[in-house]
């Protein structure tokens, strides 16, 4: 008898278990529709996910504002990775097990991105991302990923044009930080400029002293630093490479595109070249920026983005899908006419159409230099 | 690998190495001054530098410093850092010294297990990470620039600039008079006691709750003294700023023979000079992957570390 009420008992865990961790796609919401955010919103580069929250929230304000009873929850399900995919792995689960949560905005980084699309790939939950930028994020989701931006394949060539724009006979050295989008940037900077490179280093997130590299670049005679990676440690790398009394170009791409950038790093960033395939929202629409602005929201990059893919999403609800599959549905294969861009995925989840932006930090300013030709 | 980089810059790279050698000598001050007392690895202090470092900043704006100003310049500035470096100390002593009553004292008393004192440690070291994390909202921040960083003068290729060599001497004088007050004065001597024998230095009459303290409190004046230098040189803090310094400094302590206040200085000095080197030879992302190996392989010829005697055996 007690070996038969074990065997039930076991029967009845594993049922359990597998009940309690089965994807969430058909289950139904009772509640109103909620929209997800994944980003870092604590942590060293939560300037960034809440530049991005932002746009969410306030994608979400306007589209209740215009669409009063509509069955959307007005507050965003945020969803704080801090950018590391440490932290993202145990979180991704309880997301998708969130029945109310039908999209969601994000993730932000490429790394946290790898950890998170798996687990909702398998509970159907689409995603749009405004920034992870690694190109090879679709391989890890394939059916319900969107990208609001061009990848790292378009960023890397672009970055390395505008550094041989602004000095025809640029040295270049480069560094980046061993992240997952670090390491991706890198590359295709490097192919493009091929010849050009004429020195690397990699120095792991954390590095607080920048001793040696800074020495390698001299002994390199580089014209230019190429940083590839996240803006609170460029910050500290540029500061030291000023200290140092070097005065060759820094560029980075747009994992450094941010005001912290220049708050931290503050004299050291003047003349810094940045990158990034998004458009500030003063630039994209200057009543909208001034709204949020209004509204304490204010725009950062990505904002933007993070803005046209909340309003995709939106749209889906409104056109009257309410369950994951048929949200996701209806972003791979409509299109969406959003400030930055007509959002329209390919077979691949990727957007076309795009320009990567170049940028220079003047007056302690972020300064649009327009598209990258 | 660039050897040739090393042979290059060699005397640029070790006056680089000396100066972040000396921040780790005297954080490692601070593990080898309570395992010598106590034999307990004080996982809290790693947070109790990056405490100096946020007090360094409070201090810096209640002496009215913005980080858009231009640096200052004469007396102003000395007051300025002195202040600064003031209340790093005494931020970061006073949070040893509440350390050690609030998380050990009462476990020593009862005669916890090594173990409990040691989870203790972490717990004390996790709250007060959590704590700045939650208080800094996550952000790193930025300490202004009260001192103009100028290069003083060039030697072999080295270009010698002021605020490292005000760090390696004045890390050196803060040395040289911990190492008096351990030889030399009363509590040193208490010190000295209660690390050779603790039953019998009660005995003997030392009390050993206050050279406990003191211990502590002489850990953490240090600490907090290399946290101003740390902000003074690299110019930002954030709440998680203690945890790879930390690990280096305990490390330097190890290497040294932790509980030997000499060995803590050189092992801070070697560790400095390491990491830059190994750098510069095989690529930043080496660094600690040579370092440690390097560790590993002292230990394995000389377990108790270079110096691997303890603080009772220093006086001499």
């Given amino acids: 008898m007690k070996k038969i009420i074990s065997a039930i008992a076991t029967v009845a865990l594993v049922v359990g278990t597998a009940v309690a961790v089965a994807p969430a796609a058909n289950a139904a919401c009772s509640g109103k529709l909620k929209i997800a955010y994944q980003g870092p919103l604590t942590g060293p580069e939560a300037a960034l996910g809440i530049n991005e929250l932002n746009g969410v929230k306030f994608a979400l304000k306007k589209f209740l504002d215009a669409n009063k009873g509509a069955n959307v929850d007005p507050t965003v399900y945020e969803v704080d990775d801090q950018g590391d995919p440490a932290v993202a792995g145990p979180i991704a689960p309880k997301v998708a097990a969130e029945e109310c949560v039908v999209a969601l905005v994000g993730p932000a980084y490429s790394g946290a991105s790898k950890v998170s699309l798996p687990v909702y790939l398998s509970a159907g939950l689409s995603i749009i991302t405004p920034s992870a930028t690694n190109p090879t994020l679709p391989s890890f989701s394939k059916s319900i990923f969107h990208r609001a931006v061009l990848t790292d394949d378009y960023q890397g060539p672009a970055a390395a044009r505008l550094i041989v724009s602004k000095n025809k006979n640029a040295k270049v050295f480069l560094v980046n930080d061993a992240s997952d989008y670090a390491v991706g940037l890198q590359k295709t900077v490097d192919i493009t400029l091929a010849g050009r490179v004429v020195g690397k280093d990699v120095t792991p997130t954390g590095t607080t002293d920048f001793t040696a590299t800074i020495a390698k670049i001299k002994k390199s005679k580089a014209t230019a630093v190429f940083y590839s990676g996240y803006f609170s440690q460029a910050a500290v790398f540029v500061k030291q490479l000023r200290d140092s009394g070097s005065k060759i170009t820094f560029a980075s791409g747009d994992g450094t595109l941010d005001d912290q950038f220049i708050k931290l790093a503050r004299k050291a960033a003047e003349g810094a070249l940045l990158t990034a395939p998004a458009i500030p929202m003063e630039t994209a629409s200057p009543k909208l920026a001034k709204e949020m602005a209004a509204l304490g929201w204010k725009p950062g990059v990505y904002t933007t983005e993070s803005y046209d893919a909340a309003n995709f999403f939106l749209e889906a609800i409104k056109a009257g899908n309410t369950d994951r599959a048929s949200i996701n549905k209806y972003v791979s294969t409509k299109s969406h006419k959003g400030l930055s861009k007509t959002l329209k995925f390919d077979s691949e989840g990727e957007v076309s159409g795009a320009d990567v932006n170049g940028f220079i930090v003047k007056n302690g300013k972020l300064v649009l230099l327009g598209a990258i030709k | ?316």
């Fill in chain 2, 1 to 316: 690998m660039d050897f040739a980089l090393l042979r290059d810059a060699f005397w640029g790279l070790t006056f680089d190495g000396l100066a972040l050698g000396a921040i780790y000598a005297l954080i490692s001050l601070g593990y080898t001054l309570v395992y010598g007392v106590l034999r307990l690895i004080n996982f809290a202090h790693s947070e109790v530098f990056m405490i100096g470092t946020f007090s360094a900043l409070v201090a810096s704006g209640i002496m009215g410093v913005k980080v858009e100003d231009d640096p200052r310049t004469g007396w102003g500035m000395i007051f300025t850092l002195l202040v600064c470096l003031v209340a790093a100390m005494l931020a970061s002593g006073i949070t040893a010294v509440l350390v050690e009553i609030i998380a050990y004292r009462r476990l020593r008393q009862r005669g916890a297990t090594k173990l409990a004192t040691l989870i203790s440690a972490i717990g004390v070291s996790i709250s007060l990470v959590e704590l700045f994390r939650i208080i800094t909202d996550s952000l790193p921040r930025e300490f202004p620039r009260i001192m103009d960083k100028t290069f003083l003068f060039s030697y072999a290729g080295a270009d010698i600039r002021n605020d490292k060599v005000i760090v390696i001497i004045a890390a050196g004088l803060m040395m040289f008079a911990l190492e008096r007050f351990i030889t030399k004065s009363r509590y040193g001597k208490g010190i000295r006691a209660v690390s050779m024998d603790e039953n019998t230095s009660t005995l003997m009459g030392v009390n050993i709750n206050k050279v406990i303290t003191v211990t502590f409190l002489a850990g953490g004046l240090m600490a907090g003294a290399a946290a101003f230098f740390y902000i003074l040189v690299y110019e930002n803090t954030s709440f998680k700023v203690g945890f790879f310094l930390g690990i280096s400094a305990f490390t330097a302590a190890v290497l040294g023979g932790i509980g030997n206040l000499k060995g803590a200085l050189f092992g801070g000095f070697v560790l400095g000079i390491l990491e830059t080197y190994t750098s510069a030879v095989f690529g930043t992302a080496w660094k600690a992957v040579i370092s440690f190996l390097i560790l590993v392989l002292v230990l394995l010829i000389k377990p108790t570390g270079l110096f691997g005697e303890s603080i009772q055996q220093a006086r001499v």
